[in-house]
């Protein structure tokens, strides 16, 4: 693993939509880039800085839905997985990503993610 990298706060933070305990895993200069069905890949949603990364996981986090988090592959630079989300209403969410490690830190957040289509 990166030096430092704690998967273990990664994973618990996002089972218990833990906005602020995943915002100190990210560098300050650290990026996300989100592409789904509404978002493609040529014009992706670009989430760049720690302030609006903090907003994402913020929003995120406050909606009502579980997060489970499996088949995580670790590297000393990389982190891969898979996010399952359940909303209420039964809509399902699940969400590829990577992340790319320096320091300890997320430098660069890549998620494709596919929802159902009832919400």
């Not at 978002?39 to 990364?53: A, D, H, L, Q, T």
């Not at 957040?109 to 919400?119: I, K, N, P, R």
Request: proline share 4%; with cysteine; aromatic share 6%.
């Amino acid at each position: 693993m990166s030096a430092g990298f704690d998967f273990a706060k990664l994973k618990a933070a996002l089972e218990k939509s833990d906005a602020a305990s995943l915002l100190d895993l990210y560098a300050d200069s650290a990026t996300m880039k989100i592409v789904d069905r509404n978002r493609p890949p040529s014009s992706p949603m670009i989430v760049e800085g720690k302030n609006s990364i903090d907003a994402f996981w913020r929003d995120v986090c406050s909606r009502e839905m579980t997060h489970k988090v499996t088949q995580e592959v670790l590297s000393p630079d990389r982190v891969s997985f898979i996010e399952e989300c359940l909303y209420p209403d039964g809509c399902r969410v699940l969400s590829a990503m990577t992340l790319n490690l320096r320091g300890g830190r997320i430098v660069e957040h890549v998620t494709v993610q596919a929802w159902d289509e009832v919400s």
